[in-house]
């Protein structure tokens, strides 16, 4: 059942949180050694919070997934990283697990991911490997790949992911789901562990768009012990999430439809489109011409920022301490080696380079501006056009390994979400149609709804319309 059926059968009395919980642990004890969605999972607690849920509560009753880097007290939250794996329970929740239990949620497991939230294959994660359930061969996306795979799988009703670049949307487009990412500032990130502060958003991903509303309603809203987090009005979501798209102008930006995206996904993407535009939309082309410049601009300004953040992981206060050291530079050295994947590696060093003496005006300066410059693009896009639909990916989800050799073509995989993060915009990916594998399987292709900032009601509103003219 989606949360929304869910939520009406433990009302009506024709299911129990205990049965619902069963039900996804026989899910999960048949199918994650083949998937690899979930890190972890406590049957015996998650079964004792199902005996004693209040099913009035607005997710009274319904298990929900945890990313691992959402803290939840008394969990492991490895951050899919030898740094953490074995060595760090969480003393306290983060806002988001807190609502989520003052909401009546169960939380059932832990997700799988990129380390730290490093990568869009999930195959960065130093713990397991988790597989696409439309194709064993192919990768779920990432970094939320464990949690797009666990609700794909049918192993969760919805699950909370972390969006820095897209890793929320691209992630739920290869899986054939529905994910989104908030507003810069509506859900509060205190309790997330931090990748790029000023990029990183939480948000839901689930079976279909009702869901994944129910969820955003709960989590978001002002947190003070959030700096980032928007002192704003939180609209009632399911209020106008049936509203329809009568009246509304879409803007289809032409750089989304450039060189790099596979005609049968334009295909799917436009047809999208132009269902929307028969429920009385108006289809308008806009001009962001600075896209071709974001990707470079984020891997500037993320890495920047990972290498701030992840200097507290330094083998002395937590986490993985190299037992080799000789002395205390020793230690943060060959812990930090030792504890670190490539990847992980990789973004430090360039965040680093980009901080340095010499370098900080010519790179990490430079980028600010840039994204300035993206922000405004979209200011002037959105005095064109209400939303824009745009694709999720350029590609569906690729061969496990295929970028082993080349990682700058993973990076360029993110062209379409990552200008969302960088001006802080509200996005959501909805599944549109499947396009052949070349080998014999058929993978889901995602469609973008972008609103302006603090507009996930109009996201959330147009995504419904077309979700609905999808089926």
Do not use: W
Not at 4 to 9: C, D, F, Q, V
Not at 40 to 53: F, G, V
Not at 62 to 78: Q, S
Not at 443 to 456: E, K, N, S, T
């Amino acid at each position: 059942m989606t949360l929304t059926e869910s939520l009406a059968a433990l009302s009506s009395g024709q299911t129990t949180p205990t049965a619902l919980v069963e039900e996804l642990l026989s899910q999960i004890e048949s199918q994650n050694e083949t998937i690899g969605a979930l890190i972890s999972y406590d049957k015996e607690r998650a079964l004792a919070e199902a005996a004693k849920a209040d099913t009035s509560l607005p997710l009274g009753g319904v298990p929900i997934v945890l990313k691992d880097n959402i803290n939840a007290l008394d969990d492991p939250c490895t951050c899919a990283s030898k740094f953490l794996e074995n060595t760090y329970r969480s003393p306290y929740d983060a806002t988001v697990t807190r609502k989520l239990r003052e909401a009546g949620a169960i939380l059932l497991g832990r997700a799988n991911m990129d380390e730290f939230a490093m990568g869009s294959s999930t195959e960065n994660s130093a713990l397991m490997k988790t597989v696409n359930p439309h194709d064993h061969s192919r990768i779920p996306g990432g970094s939320s790949g464990g949690s797009a795979a666990a609700v794909a799988s049918g192993m969760a009703i919805a699950a909370l992911g972390s969006d820095t670049g897209g890793s929320i949307r691209q992630p739920a487009a290869h899986c054939g789901i529905v994910g989104m990412k908030p507003s810069y500032g509506r859900v509060s990130r205190y309790g997330v562990v931090a990748f790029a502060s000023s990029l990183d958003q939480v948000g839901p991903l689930a079976n279909n768009v009702e869901d994944v509303a129910r969820v955003l309603q709960v989590i978001a809203g002002h947190d003070p012990l959030d700096s980032t987090s928007l002192d704003a009005p939180v609209p009632d979501f399911l209020a106008t999430l049936n509203d329809g798209v009568k009246g509304l102008r879409i803007g289809l930006p032409k750089q989304y439809f450039a060189h790099g995206l596979r005609p049968e996904m334009e295909s799917l993407i436009r047809a999208a489109a132009a269902r929307l535009e028969k429920q009385g939309a108006s289809l308008v082309e806009v001009d962001l011409p600075s896209t071709e410049a974001a990707v470079a601009t984020y891997y500037i300004l993320a890495p920047a920022e990972a290498s701030s953040n992840l200097s507290r992981f330094d083998g002395i206060r937590y986490g993985h301490r190299s037992s080799e050291a000789e002395d205390i530079i020793d230690t943060y050295k060959k812990s930090r080696e030792e504890g670190f994947g490539p990847e992980v590696k990789r973004r430090i060093l360039l965040g680093t380079y980009v901080l340095s003496s010499g370098y900080y005006d010519a790179y990490y300066s430079r980028a600010q501006k840039v994204r300035t410059l993206i922000q405004r693009e979209f200011a002037a896009a959105f005095e064109q056009a209400d939303v824009l639909l745009t694709p999720t990916s350029p590609r569906p989800a690729r061969k496990i390994g295929a970028c082993e050799e080349d990682p700058l073509d993973d990076y360029l995989a993110d062209i379409f979400t990552i200008s969302a993060n960088l001006a802080g915009l509200p996005g959501i990916s909805i599944p549109c149609g499947k396009v052949d594998s070349g080998d014999g399987a058929k993978l889901p292709v995602g469609v973008q709804i972008l609103a302006p900032h603090l507009r996930d009601d109009l996201v959330l509103q147009v995504a419904k319309a077309a979700e609905l003219t999808n089926e």
